[in-house]
């Protein structure tokens, strides 16, 4: 029998030490999943190692994120982005916000952000720049005008055709405008949210569209007044918007996100985000547009 040294016999322990602990062992994924930094699926595909890094709009507004503040969590975008970040593998401490406008994410080029979400519809125009995730979100495009307006009481696109239209240009809303309303007069486009609604508090505009959930926030708390006129049906034109998180052309994290969001999904966590952030936003009547 061959006589064991010392040195061998410490060799043998240590082997054995780490057979007994699997994975929990020397591991270096292992480690990331104990330090809140990423997950197997995630490995040397995030911008910087161990870390993620979010891209939102400049400002961020509610209900998508509170207060302009997305390292709180709290806004139904905020919150879906560190559901996605914890089912990765990543601690909040190891999540990096990063601000963008709406165009620049969507751009040609190398991005700043392992993936941006401020209302992204997912479009096979958009496709040839960015690649998407399956769907976090499903909504409407919906009107919003002063009480008093020429688009109040509207029930159908011919009540709609002489009215002054505002959207954020380079969105499916301002696309809504001209593909589905089709109005007399050329709508105005303007280069983000909070141009449309100056410009219809100024009563430049008889009305804006935007997406529901958002119609319903500006119409309650940001302009006195006003009221969500209505909502389309989901099946009209480009009336129904997917929102998908953006990333850089063929980003491999693509795959790893969607895991994560299908996970979610079943689960039910995405559901209780929606409830608690955009719950109960479907009281506007729906606008015929046959």
Sequence with gaps: MRKTTPLVALALAAGLFLAACGDDGDSSTGDAAATGSGNDCTADKTLADGKLTIGTGNP????WVENDAPESGEGFEAAVAYAVAEELGFAKENVTWVRTTFDEAIQPGTKNFDFNLQQYSITDERKKTVSFSDPYYTSNQAIVGFADSKAAGATSIADLKD??????????????????????????????????????????????????????????????????????????????????LVFDL??????????????????????????????????????ATE
């Design 60 to 63: 961020a507004y509610s209900p």
């Design 163 to 244: 009215l002054k239209f505002g959207a954020q240009a380079g969105t499916t809303s301002l696309d809504f405008i001209t593909e589905v309303i089709a109005p007399s007069s050329e709508p105005f486009a303007y280069d983000d949210n909070a141009g449309a609604k100056a410009a219809l508090e100024a009563k430049q505009v008889d009305a804006i569209v935007l997406d529901l959930p958002t119609a319903f926030y500006v119409s309650a708390v940001e302009i006195e007044g006003t009221k969500v006129i209505g909502q389309f049906p989901a099946n009209a034109g480009t009336g129904a918007d997917e929102f998908g």
């Design 250 to 287: 063929e980003n491999p994290l693509v795959e790893c996100v969607n895991t994560a969001l299908a996970a979610l999904k079943d689960g039910g966590e995405l559901a209780a985000i929606e409830k608690q952030w955009l719950s109960d936003k479907t009281g506007a009547p729906v606008i």
